[in-house]
């Protein structure tokens, strides 16, 4: 069983739409949270950044975690085709040791 | 803040050549950068991890030979493919942490280098 569970898509919605992206994760020790955007030949950019269970807001976007169900998810409100790319979730626990999902392609349709 | 630069963007060159990759912290200090490799359309695979006056960590099945890292100052690293073949051709991307404001810090990335070789 893999660390880190996410759907690859493709994920395809109108413009304006909510978008909600989703992670798993198997392993409990986890202690922070991560979403990252990555543009097509670019590096991933962090969009969020959280370390506890809740809800966590940034404009438009809104990182939600889950610890006791071992499941995160990110919220994209008024979505717009500049949001069009991959996301990317990542976790990790104490160390240097990180663990990235699949990624999750989207395309926002104007 | 915390940006990460890597240089350079895309590089194409022949089979048996050398080439050497840079990722630099631009405002913060890291002891430790990440190598990740991305084939088209997948997820990014850890290379190695780089730490800052001391020998690479590399994952299973990356020869160390082959990928040579050198992490010799705070804001710096560098990958060299040495010797490199087509079947190196790939998305090379590097990321480093901000250790200087202590806790769990999220990784940032640069830009990613576009390796072709022919």
């Known amino acids: 069983q893999k660390e880190v569970e996410q759907d690859p898509g493709p994920l395809s919605v109108p413009e304006g739409a909510i978008v909600s992206l989703n992670c798993t994760y198997s392993n409990s020790a986890f202690q922070y949270f991560m979403w990252y955007r990555q543009y097509s030949r670019k590096g991933p950019e962090l969009l969020m950044y959280t370390y506890s269970s809740g809800n966590k807001e940034d404009g438009r976007f809104t990182a939600q975690v889950d610890k006791s169900s071992k499941y995160i998810s990110l919220f994209i409100r008024d979505s717009q085709p500049s949001d069009s790319a991959t996301y990317l979730c990542?976790?990790?626990?104490?160390?240097?040791?990180?663990?990235f999902g699949t990624g999750t392609s989207l395309t926002v349709i104007p | 803040g915390a940006v990460v630069s890597q240089h350079p963007s895309w590089v194409i060159c022949k089979s048996g050549t050398s080439v050497k990759i840079e990722c630099r912290s631009l405002d913060f200090q890291a002891t430790t950068m990440f190598w990740y490799r991305q084939f088209p359309k997948q997820s990014l695979m850890l290379m190695a991890t780089s730490n800052e006056g001391s020998k690479a960590t590399y994952e299973q099945g990356v020869e160390k030979d082959k990928f040579l890292i050198n992490h010799a100052s705070l804001t710096l690293s560098t990958l060299t493919v040495t010797s490199a073949h087509p079947e190196d051709s790939s998305f090379y991307i590097c990321?480093?942490?901000?250790?200087?404001?202590?806790?769990?810090?999220?990784?940032?990335f640069g830009d990613g280098t576009r390796l072709s070789i022919l």
């Open positions: 990542a976790m990790g626990y104490t160390g240097n040791q990180f663990y």
């Open positions: 990321s480093a942490r901000d250790q200087g404001t202590g806790g769990n810090q999220p990784q940032h």
